[in-house]
């Protein structure tokens, strides 16, 4: 029995998330690609994947795993998937990894970047990759803001019900707010996230550059622990999946663009 | 009776193309554009438009202009389109012009991007703006070739049949490839562009990265005047009308990152 490792990138646009339901709303990314390895090599497989992204929610890095008996060689492995995949979905690598890897209870750490297209008109290309708010955005309040969520706190307050976790403490390495011209990006890295903790930090954070907020509220909407403090959710279409970490390296190792926390 | 020129971007992966047809195949960009005007007040134009853009090509700089009998203010007209366009159809600039202004005939000049993703395993998101080839290409050969193609030049060779142009002479201003990574762009400015022009060019210039063309070819493929000499054209879905320009300014002035022909 082999494990085998995939690294995936996929569109989100037109799948109802990435688990398989058992009434299926539409197609998912689990589904989709256990049902390909089916077509390739005659044998159902679960596939096990490291972020459940919500639906429409997109990837480039998400890393998924599954037990096989197939014998097609690791380095093949991407070139069949994607000859029968849609176009919407990619593997960009595959690996033979231990049998005790898993894809989500392996992972070290994960990074989520979140687009907002902060144009007066949304630009047309980018429509279905990012969240369009017309409103000028405060920037750096909003980096006020993203400086405290960053430690280790009980994040219960950007948790939606429904999520399937026991803790609420998680420690987030980093959320950085950029802007390039009116292109914002919000990078959230951390050893966990809880059900739509993204969304609602980048929700939170959308209504500090809006001045609904002050950045001096964050600790204490932190500490309430109740959803409500946090109000508004974030669209699923600006989120991406960037990368799932399985090594000792901390996320400044990896991507030296986010900067070390002071 | 006013004049108003238009600024529109456009996605247009589902359009038949710009032109509204007799028998339609499908939307098209003018005839929507036409239709959300008449809702908004109730009278039938007929756009005209700088660029026809073939079916599946997109603009971030196209523009058009219609003769109108209605007082809606020229800085109330884009938000008025946009609230009953589809989202793949954005109006940037609306403004009053004069009389004998025609968006194709007055252009003095226009700028077209190409896309190209060169990574082995294409990149999901720009999937419906760029032409995925896989083998890697030789930018240097690609851009000595471009070179060529620079000047003033009998384009006949670059032309598909079925344009309506009288003459085939055109001035080439830049034909600019660049690198960024596995993205490839090439961008062509010039007075005018025969029917498949640049897409013709760009499947030529991929002809030539990928060794099938020698850049010295260039000049006696212009010269022969013959179609199938030019082989290749490139798919629709990379290609942007980018900018159309009304003054008497040069491209470089407009764009300094064109560089200026030497």
């Not at 999946?241 to 190792?253: A, D, G, R, W």
């Amino acid at each position: 029995m082999r494990n085998i490792r995939l690294k995936v990138a996929y569109d989100g646009t037109n799948y109802h998330g990435f688990q398989r339901q058992i009434e299926t709303a539409g197609p998912t990314i689990q589904g989709t690609l256990e049902k390909v390895w089916e077509r390739l090599v005659e044998e159902k497989v679960t596939i096990a994947m490291a972020g459940r992204t919500d639906a429409g929610v997109h990837a480039s890095g998400q890393v998924v795993n599954f037990l096989t008996e197939a014998r097609i060689p690791e380095d093949k492995i991407p070139k069949a998937f994607n000859s029968l995949l849609p176009k919407d979905i990619r593997i960009l690598l595959a690996e033979d990894v231990p049998w005790d890897f898993n894809a989500r209870w392996s992972a070290t750490w994960k990074r989520y970047d979140y687009h907002i297209d902060n144009q007066r008109i949304p630009e047309v290309f980018t429509r279905l990759y990012s969240w369009h708010i017309p409103v000028p955005l405060n920037i750096s309040s909003m980096r006020e803001a993203a400086k405290f969520l960053e430690g280790r706190h009980n994040f219960k307050t950007f948790a939606a019900a429904g999520g399937d976790s026991k803790t609420f403490e998680r420690t987030l390495y980093r959320c950085l707010v950029r802007a390039d011209q009116d292109l914002i990006r919000i990078s959230c890295v951390g050893d966990g996230f809880l059900y739509h903790m993204v969304r609602i930090i980048v929700g939170t954070l959308a209504d500090v550059g809006r001045g609904r907020i002050m950045p001096g509220e964050i600790p204490g909407i932190i500490e309430s622990q109740e959803r409500r403090q946090a109000r508004l959710i974030a669209p699923a279409h600006g989120l991406f999946l960037t990368h799932v970490n399985y090594t000792v390296e901390s996320p400044f190792e990896i991507f030296p663009d986010l900067e070390p926390l002071i």
